[in-house]
């Protein structure tokens, strides 16, 4: 490093407006590294941090959740990455040096994967948050007395006979274009699950397709109220696993319906179905995930899924998001945030060179 600071996407206070401005380029900690970040993704939930106020309680903050780049330098402890190794990690709110909108930043070791050299840096960074939703939601730990309610505990498609465990079962995904439903999708396909039935529009079901959707209901066509007459012309058996990256009242409703009894509903917004994480009295059960690999009812599925990402990215089995590179670097990320939150954006994951930042 030639400076002992770097430029960063800055949130000065709650509510404030993001700045461009510097800050010190930590050192990593025992179980950290450093990383010096060429590619970072956004997400809605990085303008909601903004305008809702929530998750950055210490400021000045920096957002982002996705991040790739190459390691600068390795904490005491760190085994198996050392530094100029290309990562991808998911990044954390606080404190700020662990956001991932700015040129250097601290990820936690546990969380970490290497990527191809045949990645690029620019789909990685779209691989973070949104395959540690899906896989959360699909793959976490029941816990009724979390407020999430956790996930439904099955066995991962990482984990010895979690590959192929669910062959010839059903699985619907609403929202198969967004990040969270392109990844719900790929590992449901590694799962086993088939037929795999998706919403999307109808310019979008090639894309859907290419993650492993077998059936693609066009929901501009076919209002989410209408789903389970239009799954049941599909398949007639008992559909026991839904993932609503979506999550409005009507998909959640009509989801609800269609799933068989003990069968799991994941849901990225409350639920309006029942309480999370609690039985109803046919068995169903809803789960409400909460996507990050950081958390403590998450940490040894998404330590899992790290150690085991470099291998399923190396097979070609979990893919990044089509990409739309922002201009200006760090400058150009609140315009980009600005569309993400009046919903313009569609079957891509915009992203951030902070390099190039002016």
């Not at 760190?78 to 700020?96: I, S």
């Not at 540690?132 to 006979?161: E, Q």
């Not at 699950?193 to 894309?207: F, G, L, Q, R, V």
């Not at 899924?305 to 097979?315: P, Q, S, T």
């Amino acid at each position: 490093m030639s400076s002992a600071v770097h430029k960063a996407l800055i949130l000065p206070a709650k509510f404030a407006q993001f700045v461009v401005g510097e800050l010190p380029t930590s050192k990593p900690d025992p179980g950290f590294v450093l990383v010096k970040i060429h590619a970072a993704a956004l997400n809605p939930l990085d303008a909601g941090i903004q305008k809702m106020g929530v998750f950055i309680t210490e400021f000045p903050g920096v957002a982002g959740n996705d991040g790739a780049g190459t390691i600068e330098a390795v904490g005491v402890g760190v085994t198996g990455l050392k530094k100029g190794d290309r990562v991808l990690y998911q990044g954390w709110w606080t404190p700020a040096n662990r956001g991932t909108f700015q040129q250097f930043g601290i990820a936690d070791a546990a969380v970490v994967a290497k990527i191809p050299d045949s990645m690029s840096f620019d789909e990685a960074a779209t691989i973070p948050l949104g395959l540690a939703t899906a896989a959360m939601g699909l793959y976490g730990k029941l816990n009724p007395k979390a407020f999430w309610g956790g996930g439904p505990g099955i066995i991962a498609p990482w984990a010895d006979g979690g590959r192929g465990q669910f062959a010839g079962q059903p699985a619907v995904v609403i929202g198969g274009a967004s990040s969270v439903g392109q990844f719900a999708i790929q590992l449901l396909k590694l799962s086993g699950n088939d037929p795999i039935i998706t919403t999307a529009s109808s310019h979008n079901e090639a894309y859907c397709k290419a993650a492993g959707a077998t059936h693609v209901i066009d929901y501009h066509k076919t209002p989410y109220s209408d789903i389970v007459t239009a799954v049941r012309k599909i398949t007639s058996e008992p559909v026991s696993l839904a993932y609503d990256a979506i999550s409005s009242e009507d998909s959640q409703k009509s989801l609800w319906e269609l799933l068989a009894p003990h069968g799991v509903l994941v849901v990225t917004h409350p639920p309006v179905v029942g309480k999370a994480g609690e039985e109803a009295e046919d068995g169903k059960r809803v789960v409400h995930v909460f996507g990050s690999a950081h958390s403590d009812d998450n940490r040894e599925v998404g330590s899992a899924m790290y150690r085991a990402l470099r291998g399923l990215l190396e097979e070609g089995v979990i893919k990044g998001n089509k990409v739309e590179v922002l201009p200006n670097g760090l400058a150009g990320i609140p315009d980009g945030l600005a569309r993400l939150w009046t919903k313009t954006v569609s079957g891509l994951k915009l992203v951030s060179r902070p390099q190039e930042t002016a």
